[in-house]
Structures are given as structure tokens and as C-alpha cells.
């Protein structure tokens, strides 16, 4: 069961650039979440999508856009980015809203220099 | 704002002591209050939860503490192994995992 499978794992990217970070799951979750963790915050809430179709704003959303390509694949893209987005990126997802167990990706350690 | 204060930010515990991780929150909407795991290189995974209506949940060696009234939560890892040494996240939400707010983090180091 490969789960929840995250592209890339690491990445260096130049201020200014645009790139997107890839999620799918196997599981037939309904619901998507983009979690950014950085050291001494825990993990911080982007984006999230409660089903396919739909996607709603996080905690900290500014600068990030998202797209639920299917049920299977929920994407997080960095138009330009900027240093402060240095940051490991999580994604998660639940069967649906209703469930009580998370389960993460690996992770993308992303740096902007 | 945290929302969820956890302490200490670093542990450590000689084998077969008891490790303590804790929680606050500010929240009262908040019912659902999880703990998880994170070993280098991966992502968190949930390692055990607790729901208000009970003080006390417990897993093996992991018991969740919870005191509505104070609104604080805690983490007991009994008899301690360094297979536990991790980072801990405690977490809360609106009833489900959608939306968690997580803590900052105690990095849980175990010697021999």
C-alpha cells in the first residue's frame, strides 16, 4: 500500500520561480489537506479539500494556490517563490471530514534561496 | 496566535522512565485531540486520540491525560524505549482529523 505518495522530495528553487508540488493517495479518501512545517511552528494548515471539486483557504494560504485534480490527486503550486516559503511540505488526507485518522506523505523539504 | 501551547520542546529520557509531553489549548470548540508520531524523514502518523467525554485513554504504553476544565491534555509514554525516540505533535479539531491544529512539537530522545 503505497498511501499517500508526495513529488517531489526535495527541491531548490531560485526566488521568483514557480513550481508544483504533487500529491495522490490510494486509499479512495474524499478529503485533501497541504500542511507546511517549519521548525519550532509544528505543521500549519495551506489549503484543503473537503471532496473533489472543492478547495478551501487554511491558516496560511497567502502565496500558495491548489487544485484537486481528481479524487486521487490534490496538487499545491508556488507561483513565485519567496525565501519565507522554505519549508517542508506535507500532504495529508482523510476518508472523509467525518474520519478521525490523518494520514501524511513523506514530504517535500522545499528551499528558495 | 497558538492555539495549542505544547511543552517541553525537548526530552530526554533514560530507558524504561516515563516520558511526559504536554498540551494546552484555547479553544473550548475544540473535541478531538490526537497525538502523533514523526520519526526523521517522514511524515507524522497518528499514534493515539482522546475525545472530552473521557479523562483518560489508553494504548499499550501511550495514555493520553485529559482535563477538560483546564483544558490540558497529556501525553505518558510508560516504560520507554529508544524505538520511541521521535518527535510528538498533539493536535486538536472541530470534531474530526479535518482541520487539525497542531502543536509545536517535542523532540522525545531516549537513551540506553
Known amino acids: 500500500n503505497a498511501g499517500v505518495t508526495q513529488t517531489p522530495k526535495f527541491q531548490v528553487l531560485k526566488t521568483g520561480q514557480s513550481m508544483t508540488l504533487q500529491c495522490a493517495q490510494d486509499?479512495?479518501?474524499?478529503?485533501m489537506y497541504w500542511y507546511r512545517q517549519d521548525p519550532g511552528m509544528g505543521l500549519r494548515l495551506i489549503y484543503y479539500s473537503a471532496s473533489e471539486g472543492t478547495t478551501d483557504k487554511g491558516e496560511v494560504p497567502n502565496g500558495y494556490n491548489v487544485s484537486r485534480l481528481n479524487k486521487r490527486e490534490f496538487s499545491l503550486r508556488l507561483e513565485s517563490a519567496a525565501p519565507s516559503q522554505t519549508s517542508v511540505y506535507f500532504c495529508?488526507?482523510?476518508?472523509?471530514?467525518?474520519?478521525?485518522?490523518?494520514?501524511f506523505g513523506q514530504g517535500t523539504r522545499l528551499t528558495v534561496v | 496566535q497558538q492555539q495549542v501551547k505544547q511543552s517541553p520542546q525537548s526530552l530526554i529520557v533514560q530507558k524504561g522512565g516515563i516520558s511526559i509531553i504536554n498540551c494546552a489549548y484555547e479553544?473550548?470548540?475544540?473535541?478531538?485531540f490526537p497525538w502523533y508520531q514523526q520519526f526523521p524523514g517522514k511524515g507524522p502518523a497518528l499514534l493515539i486520540a482522546i475525545r472530552p467525554d473521557v479523562s483518560e485513554k489508553k494504548e499499550g504504553r501511550f495514555t493520553i491525560s485529559f482535563n477538560k476544565s483546564a483544558k490540558q491534555f497529556s501525553l505518558h509514554i510508560m516504560d520507554s524505549q529508544p524505538g520511541d525516540s521521535a518527535t510528538y505533535f498533539c493536535a486538536a479539531a472541530w470534531g474530526t482529523a479535518s482541520k487539525l491544529t497542531f502543536g509545536t512539537g517535542t523532540r522525545l530522545q531516549v537513551t540506553l
Open positions: 486509499m479512495n479518501h474524499n478529503s
Open positions: 495529508a488526507s482523510t476518508k472523509d471530514r467525518g474520519d478521525t485518522e490523518a494520514f
Open positions: 479553544n473550548t470548540a475544540f473535541d478531538y
